[in-house]
């Protein structure tokens, strides 16, 4: 709590230094953050999903037959799953990294979560 009193009272105090010091060329100041792993992790997250999307439409126009993929290199190694089941599951981590790199990026502003 005290950090963030003080954090926001230096804020204060620079918007004032920097309007009063360079009136013609401040205007406001913006903090920029590397959300890059951030992005990656929401664009991993909407390819599991539109590849469970894919594989849900794929079991409703023939629910006699349950697809599955492989789960190693390019599918064409590894163990043999069922596809909804995998990317349900796969879906999970990212959302949760997500929820976690957001949380870090607010708590760096001042912000909550």
């Not at 126009?61 to 599918?75: C, D, I």
């Not at 949760?96 to 790199?101: D, R």
């Amino acid at each position: 709590m005290f950090h963030q009193i003080l954090m926001k009272q230096l804020v204060s105090s620079r918007n004032i230094f920097f309007l009063v010091n360079h009136p013609d060329h401040y205007l406001t100041h913006q903090v920029v953050y590397n959300a890059s792993k951030l992005s990656e992790l929401v664009n991993e997250k909407k390819k599991f999903q539109n590849w469970l999307d894919y594989y849900q439409l794929k079991f409703s126009r023939n629910s006699s037959k349950r697809p599955s993929k492989k789960t190693g290199f390019l599918g064409l190694w590894g163990k043999r799953v069922g596809a909804i089941d995998f990317y349900t599951s796969e879906i999970e981590r990212p959302s949760k990294e997500v929820s976690f790199n957001y949380c870090k990026i607010c708590s760096t502003s001042l912000a909550h979560c």
